[in-house]
């Protein structure tokens, strides 16, 4: 068993920062890749960002330039840094490890998700 706890969420003004950490402990594999998604109310759930256990990254066009994604194998965490947020960011954050060391884009290719962290940021 893996559990994966977020943090750092919050209420923020538009053009304002937050950063997201994921501690993750139990039955943990470092090869695992690893991803933030985020999901708004009515809304699926959606890829904000990727990350291999090499360090290779991948974001949603809707936050590339704008959140970076990072982990620490060592410390076993996974961080985002969210910068010039906007409204439309707004959502439940979640943390997830896939089951392979591919970063995959699909939800269903992750298995131990974390309880979520609220953003919300106002305009």
């Known amino acids: 068993q893996v559990q994966l706890v977020e943090s750092g969420g919050g209420l923020v003004q538009a053009g304002g920062a937050l950063r997201l950490s994921c501690a993750a402990s139990?039955?943990?594999?470092?090869?695992?890749?690893m991803g933030w998604y985020r999901q708004a109310p009515g809304e699926q759930r959606e890829l904000v960002a990727t990350i291999t256990n090499g360090g290779r990254t991948n974001y949603a066009d809707s936050v590339k330039g704008r959140f970076t994604i990072s982990r620490d194998n060592a410390k076993n965490t996974l961080a985002l840094q969210m910068n010039s947020l906007k409204p439309e960011d707004t959502a439940v954050y979640y943390c997830?490890?896939?089951?392979?060391?591919?970063?995959?884009?699909?939800?269903?290719?992750?298995?131990?998700w974390g309880q979520g962290t609220q953003v919300t940021v106002s305009s």
């Open positions: 997830a490890r896939s089951m392979s060391s591919s970063a995959s884009p699909r939800v269903t290719d992750y298995n131990y």
């Open positions: 139990g039955s943990i594999c470092s090869i695992n890749a």
